[in-house]
C-alpha cells in the first residue's frame, strides 16, 4: 500500500509565505513524477507544479516566480515553497505523485489535501 501524506497549510496574510511538504511511504519500488495540484472553492482541481524524479520543474503560469517545487529522492518527499503569496491562492492542495509500487504497476497517487487559506 501506497500513501501520500501533506503537511504544512495554514493561514497566512498576502504577501506571506508557507512551505508544504508531501512524504510518499508503503510499498514503492519507484518514485517518479510529483507534483501539486489545489482546488478552490467551486472550481476545479488545477495543476499548480511538478517535478521529475532527475529534478526538472515545470509551473503553472500563476504561480511562475513565486512557488518553487523541490524533492528529497532519498527521503521520497516533495516541497512547495510559495511566496507572495494571495488571496486567489486560498484553495486545498494536493500532493500527486505517479509510484511504481511493488507490483510493478504504475499508478497515480493523491494525498488527502492540506488547506492554504490567504487573507486581504
Known amino acids: 500500500q501506497v500513501q501520500l501524506v501533506e503537511s504544512g497549510g495554514g493561514l497566512v496574510q498576502a504577501g506571506g509565505s508557507l512551505r508544504l511538504s508531501c512524504e510518499a511511504s508503503?510499498?514503492?519500488?519507484?518514485?517518479?513524477?510529483m507534483g501539486w495540484y489545489r482546488q478552490a472553492p467551486g472550481k476545479q482541481r488545477e495543476w499548480v507544479a511538478s517535478?521529475?524524479?532527475?529534478?526538472?520543474?515545470n509551473y503553472a503560469d500563476p504561480v511562475k516566480g513565486r512557488f518553487t517545487i523541490s524533492r528529497d529522492n532519498v527521503k521520497n518527499m516533495v516541497y512547495l515553497q510559495m511566496n507572495s503569496l494571495k488571496p486567489e491562492d486560498t484553495a486545498v492542495y494536493y500532493c500527486?505523485?505517479?509510484?511504481?509500487?511493488?507490483?510493478?504497476?504504475?499508478?497515480?497517487?493523491w494525498g488527502q489535501g492540506t488547506q492554504v487559506t490567504v487573507s486581504s
Open positions: 517535478i521529475t524524479k532527475g529534478l526538472s520543474t
Open positions: 508503503g510499498s514503492i519500488t519507484s518514485l517518479n513524477a
Open positions: 500527486n505523485a505517479r509510484i511504481m509500487a511493488t507490483d510493478l504497476v504504475i499508478r497515480d497517487y
